[in-house]
């Protein structure tokens, strides 16, 4: 693996595969009485939030603290970012912490990147601009795996803003990744011109909806009615929203968060069983820790068995 | 138009050179020079052409060995952001210039975005007055077609022509208002003077920062379509056809535009245009990896726009190669791709980046490139430079065959913003003179040394 988690293009099939196997590893301690896991004991991860974030942010922050790191979380706000100072400057002031890790968030699109050009430690892109979200990406495969039970084959399609959003970049290259046949739906104002070549088909309506195994719903976001991009939510709702009449008997329901009831899904649909939306919270977590311990403690060897977390402790720490 | 507007151009006193080129191989297509020969240079003008060797250097004139090189017209660029007044952080008169005689350019025009804007005779005449003094090669200052480049009331442009505008624009924004656009180019007719369009419709461009296409879509980077610029131009054209004005469509990016360029030539309008050497050479698939280095604007299109504009230098529909120089301090480019500002310079790199992806691989003939970048001037009026006996003496001395990477021993310009920076390039300026005196001369480049 790479020592930066930037873009799932960053990621081979293996490092998933590997990723996803320590996630399920995580998950085994996650259901014991004392969740934590000596790995980081040690080291430094600093959470660097130029955007607010509250899913993203904090399960980030427990997965570190599970791993037994010291954690330092900062938002962009209140921070000297606010008195004036630059990305560049504020990246090479924390690395004097000398930290093993910088999880960073920013509303422009590839501004991880820069990061790691400016930091010794491993950056993940916890989300930059509208480019990509690529851990978004990963514990939504994880989830998906833990219900259907495989990959490989699986035909999704991803429904919304497609214009807007950095889960859905991501997500398409991941499930294009794993096999899955990805198709993307929404108005063709919110789907940007050249998006097949990221590998998917394109729908403007769901007529064909019936032909997906998952759909994925994506975030109608309320800020972008003024760009008039739809007419009216109402009426995105009414050729868009997945609700009990569209959405078949055997299809799962995925869905980033969080929802705007009522927009992109039914309440009936949010609350029946075949959703996985407070799964995929549930396996931010640990798919989390699993990134964190893959790109500072795992190296780049062949996936361990699923009685690892155990054992780290022991194993002599990467300088 | 038959009267040149030459003498708007400012350069600081600078001795005329006298001096023999020997047995360069000159090259000036109009001309029709095309082979080895010496040239000699007395009192600021060309004095003499002869057969390689056949002149004999006059007392006191330095003799230059130039075999193995090339001599060609010095360079003319329309479209250069000097920065000055308010961001001599970035780049002033002097370093401006002396990188642009570093690239071979013997005459530049600088853009009026500056801060103050040069909307005014008083900002004009600073400025002419600074040009004279620290200049390394003619100078020509652009004046805003509107006041602060607001795109609401237009300047005092019969004044500003009269104070030595070498032509109107607002650079760096287009005019939004189809209302002012016509109200200039009816001005036009009492002020004489071109007008230079960036050409782009704001309510298109949107918040885009990059051309809008699949690279685009794959970085979730909001687009700029190419139709943003090609309707512009379309408008602009049928405003100037009805005021039977003339127009200059700087830094054409896009084939719609092209081919909306070549309509108005079978119809035989006063249109002419310009295309930048990033434009000719790179494409959206460089901005892959967000480096601001690849931000400008209009940005780099697809290669299906490259090609249309490489047919488009050949035909003559673009009948200049502008380098759009723009500097931006080192901060101000390491800062996200989508925040950082837009512009690259490209003085010093120009020649040599079009040589080596268009002349070295056969696409272009050195010829037509050399008649390209010498004839940014004539849309404003400017005399093309030329080695012809009794010309001023305009003249770059070019290695073919030497290869340089890009900033590996710095910049003449203080910024270092090049596109092209790290690629290495064949072809190197080794001396330029600008209306009769030495500009740039490499440093290695001594006198009387054998090349």
């Known amino acids: 693996m790479k020592r930066h988690l930037l873009s799932v293009d960053d990621l081979s099939r293996e490092d998933i595969e590997r990723i996803l196997g320590r996630a399920e590893s995580f998950a085994e301690v996650s259901g014991r009485e004392i969740k934590k896991v000596p790995t980081l004991r040690g080291r430094t991860v600093i959470n660097l939030f130029y955007e607010a974030s509250t899913r993203t942010s904090s399960s980030f922050e427990l997965a570190a603290k599970r791993l037994s790191a010291d954690l330092v979380s900062i938002k962009a706000q209140g921070s000297s970012v606010d008195k004036g100072e630059s990305l560049k400057d504020n990246i090479q002031t924390l690395s004097a912490y000398d930290p093993a890790a910088v999880v960073f968030r920013s509303p422009h699109a590839g501004a991880a990147g820069l990061v790691a050009r400016w930091t010794p430690a491993s950056v993940i892109n916890a989300g930059d601009g509208k480019h990509e979200h690529p851990t978004q990406a990963l514990l939504d495969l994880y989830t998906l795996r833990r219900r259907a039970g495989r990959l490989e084959g699986l035909n999704v399609w991803i429904v919304g803003d497609l214009l807007h959003s950095r889960v859905a970049r991501s997500n398409i290259l991941a499930f294009g990744r794993m096999g899955c046949r990805v198709t993307v739906c929404g108005p063709p104002t919110l789907i940007p011109r050249g998006i097949e070549s990221l590998g998917c088909e394109v729908r403007i309506t769901l007529d064909d909806l019936a032909q997906a195994d998952v759909v994925y719903a994506l975030r109608m976001q309320h800020e972008r009615m003024t760009g008039s991009f739809v007419p009216s939510l109402r009426e995105y709702a009414a050729q868009y929203q997945i609700d009990g009449r569209r959405l078949g008997a055997g299809q799962l329901l995925m869905h980033p968060g969080p929802v705007n009831r009522g927009v992109e899904l039914s309440a009936e649909v949010i609350d029946s069983p075949q959703a996985l939306i407070t799964d995929q919270v549930e396996s931010g977590v640990v798919v989390r820790m699993a990134v964190l311990y893959e790109l500072l403690a795992g190296g780049s060897g062949p996936p361990r068995r699923a009685d690892d977390p155990s054992r780290p402790a022991s194993e002599p720490q990467p300088a | 138009m038959s009267i040149t507007l030459d003498s708007l151009l400012d350069r600081a006193d600078l001795a005329s050179a006298g001096l023999l080129i020997r047995r360069a191989h000159l090259l000036d297509p109009r001309a029709g020079l095309d082979g080895p020969g010496d040239l000699l240079v007395r009192g600021g003008a060309v004095a003499e052409i002869g057969a390689p060797g056949a002149l004999e250097a006059p007392a006191h004139a330095e003799v230059v060995e130039a075999e193995g090189l090339h001599a060609f017209p010095a360079f003319v660029d329309p479209h250069v952001h000097l920065r000055t007044p308010g961001r001599e952080d970035e780049e002033d008169i002097e370093t401006g210039t002396r990188s642009a005689a570093a690239g071979g350019y013997g005459a530049i025009l600088a853009m009026p975005n500056t801060d103050p804007v040069v909307d005014s005779a008083s900002v004009l005449g600073s400025l002419r007055e600074r040009a004279r003094a620290e200049a390394r090669i003619p100078t020509g200052f652009t004046a805003a077609v509107t006041m ?130 990033h434009h000719l050479l790179l494409t959206h698939e460089c901005v892959r990896g967000l480096d601001t280095h690849y931000k400008m604007n209009p940005p780099l299109r697809s290669e299906d726009d490259r090609q249309a504009l490489i047919d488009g230098l050949r035909s003559g529909v673009l009948g200049c190669i502008a380098t759009d120089h723009a500097p931006h301090a080192r901060e101000e480019k390491e800062e996200p791709f989508e925040v950082a500002p837009m512009g690259v310079t490209g003085l010093e790199s120009a020649f040599a980046a079009v040589h080596t992806d268009l002349v070295v691989p056969g696409v272009l003939t050195l010829g037509l490139v050399v008649e390209r970048m010498t004839a940014g001037g004539e849309p404003f009026g400017l005399a093309i430079p030329t080695l012809a006996k009794g010309a001023p003496a305009s003249v770059c001395l070019v290695d073919l065959e030497a290869e340089w990477e890009v900033g590996e021993s710095g910049y003449e310009s203080r910024s270092s913003n090049c596109a092209f920076a790290g690629r290495r390039l064949v072809g190197r300026v080794r001396m330029t003179i600008a209306a009769g005196a030495v500009a740039f001369r490499e440093r290695s480049f001594a006198i009387g040394a054998v090349a």
Request: charged share 25%.
């Open chain 2, 148 to 277: 602060g480049q607001r795109g609401e009331q237009l300047t005092e442009m019969a004044e500003l022509a009269q104070a030595g505008a070498a032509g109107f624009t607002d650079d760096g924004l287009p005019l939004r208002s189809a209302s002012i656009m016509r109200q200039a180019l009816a001005y036009q007719r009492l002020a004489r003077r071109c007008i230079a369009l960036h050409e782009e419709d704001p309510a298109l461009s949107g918040d885009g920062v990059m051309h809008e296409g699949e690279v685009s879509a794959l970085l979730g980077v909001a687009g700029i379509p190419s139709v943003s610029e090609s309707t512009m131009v379309a408008r602009d054209i049928e405003l100037a056809a009805y005021e039977d004005g003339f127009i200059h469509v700087q830094h054409v990016s896009a084939r719609q535009t092209v081919e909306v360029l070549e309509r108005a030539r079978a119809a035989g309008l006063r249109v002419t245009a310009e295309a930048t050497p």
